[in-house]
């Protein structure tokens, strides 16, 4: 069926250390894809996204990097800092052109080690 | 402006009862979700509607849920007969024609007692 994959489902890294979060994705068709960040208690925010007609894109220490062929697209944090502390989520649109759903991975449970 | 709004924030029912929860999406915005949330899992998918066309219902757990989009702008989803597993935050989004962000709302914190 339809879905997004997303791994890790849990990551420990050590401040000043890099992250990478990794969602794979069924529908060719998908043409954007964002991260969203959620804090402890909080709702999710739109942290970066990326359309399908480049394959990388970054916002200081956070890039996103996409691989069309392959179906499948990445978060990378450099540079880990304690308030990075969080659940990741990806998403893509699946259903086909037109009729597209945004669908969510199952999260990634971050957490920088001081 | 002013973002998605939800209501009540709090909400705590005996089992059995119904609940109403409400969702404001951002005015203009043409597409909204539900969503469940239970305590450090992921995000359940529910219901979607997208302009005037039929509702995405897949998600909805059971016949005990719906949901109701009035005038194209704010949303109620019902609980019947609440069981205590229907105890989650529920949060809604809403997208704007570009049907791509998703703007979040604070969400409706449900518990069943």
């Known amino acids: 069926g339809e879905n997004v994959e997303q791994h890790p489902s849990t990551l420990s890294v050590q401040e000043g250390d890099s992250a990478v979060i990794k969602c794979t994705y069924s529908d060719s068709a998908s043409n954007y894809f964002p991260w969203y960040k959620q804090e402890l208690g909080k709702r999710p925010q739109l942290i970066i996204d990326?359309?399908?007609?480049?394959g990388e894109k970054k916002d200081q220490r956070i890039a996103v990097t996409l691989n069309k062929t392959a179906k499948h697209f990445s978060l990378h944090i450099t540079e880990t800092q304690p308030e990075d502390s969080a659940v990741y989520f990806c998403?893509?649109?699946?259903?086909?052109?037109?009729?597209?759903?945004?669908?969510f991975g199952q999260g990634t449970r971050l957490t920088i080690n001081p | 402006g002013a973002g998605v709004s939800q209501s009540p924030s709090n909400k705590v029912t005996e089992k059995g009862k119904d609940v109403e929860l409400r969702c404001d999406p951002i005015s203009g915005h043409t597409a909204l979700y539900w969503y469940r949330q239970s305590l450090g899992q992921g995000l359940e998918f529910l219901i979607y509607?997208?302009?005037?066309?039929?509702?995405?219902k897949s998600g909805l757990p059971s016949d005990r849920f719906s949901a109701e989009r009035t005038g194209g702008s704010v949303s109620t989803l019902t609980i019947q007969r609440t069981q205590q597993e229907d105890s989650a935050v529920y949060l809604c989004a809403s997208t704007g024609t570009q049907r791509e962000t998703q703007y979040f709302g604070p969400g409706t914190r449900l518990l069943v007692l």
């Open positions: 990326i359309r399908s007609n480049v």
């Open positions: 998403a893509a649109p699946l259903g086909g052109k037109g009729a597209q759903k945004l669908v």
């Open positions: 509607f997208q302009g005037n066309s039929a509702p995405d």
